[in-house]
């Protein structure tokens, strides 16, 4: 019989959260704590003290990216799993940089959470391998990729914000930032990629499925 450990499970859909408690009890994890919420996660690991924390990257409240950095900036020890549906051309290098230790995308079987797990609890890490040429992408498509891999973390968390329809005042209150900030790295973005107006940002974002 495993040993009983502890995991939280953050994700916003009730299905996908039941689909992975099944698999975490079948691998001995006891007990598995639930968040719905990004602005949960953190006071769920400082509360339970998880071994591991299986993180999606896109709920309500605080982004996977940013909880990422704050885990990474505190004295919380806790290994981290990505389950996302966010594409990992964009987001996989992002997550291992802020300290996660896999990265599963939805899309896959879940045959490949199960070997992170098993990978990751072993110390170990998983990552997919991506492909390392963009030869069947068009001109645009490689040229928007190199935009959205030049942004930093919080940038692209502030985009999806943006594009999400979130306004200055609500992101600021989101990532603990002053409106005046959250204004600059706005401007920024719009500089950055080109686009005039928070339209053209939801358009991009659609665009690159990063929404």
């Keep these: 019989m495993k040993p009983a450990r502890s995991v939280v499970v953050a994700d916003d859909h009730p299905v996908v959260r039941a689909a992975v408690r099944i698999l975490l009890r079948q691998e001995g994890f006891d007990p598995i704590h639930e968040v719905s919420s990004g602005n949960e996660v953190f006071s769920a690991i400082r509360a339970n003290k998880p071994g591991l924390l299986v993180l999606d990257l896109t709920m309500p409240g605080l982004g996977g990216l940013e909880v990422l950095a704050r885990i990474q900036a505190s004295d919380e020890r806790c290994r981290v799993l990505v389950f996302t549906g966010q594409d990992p051309r964009f987001y996989q290098d992002r997550c291992m940089r802020a300290g996660a230790r896999a990265y599963v995308s939805k899309a896959n079987d879940l045959q490949h959470l199960h070997e992170a797990v098993l990978a990751v609890m072993a110390g170990y890490t998983y990552f997919a391998k991506l492909p390392s040429s963009s030869v069947a992408l068009s001109t645009m498509q490689r040229s928007e990729n190199e935009l959205i891999d030049n942004l930093s973390d919080r940038e692209l968390t502030i985009l999806l914000y943006l594009a999400k329809g ?44 990063l929404i």
């Design 166 to 209: 979130l306004g200055n005042k609500a992101i600021a209150e989101l990532m603990n930032l002053s409106p005046k900030t959250t204004s600059t790295y706005k401007t920024r973005l719009k500089e950055k990629l080109n686009i005039e107006s928070n339209v053209h940002l939801s358009h991009f974002a659609k665009r690159n499925h």
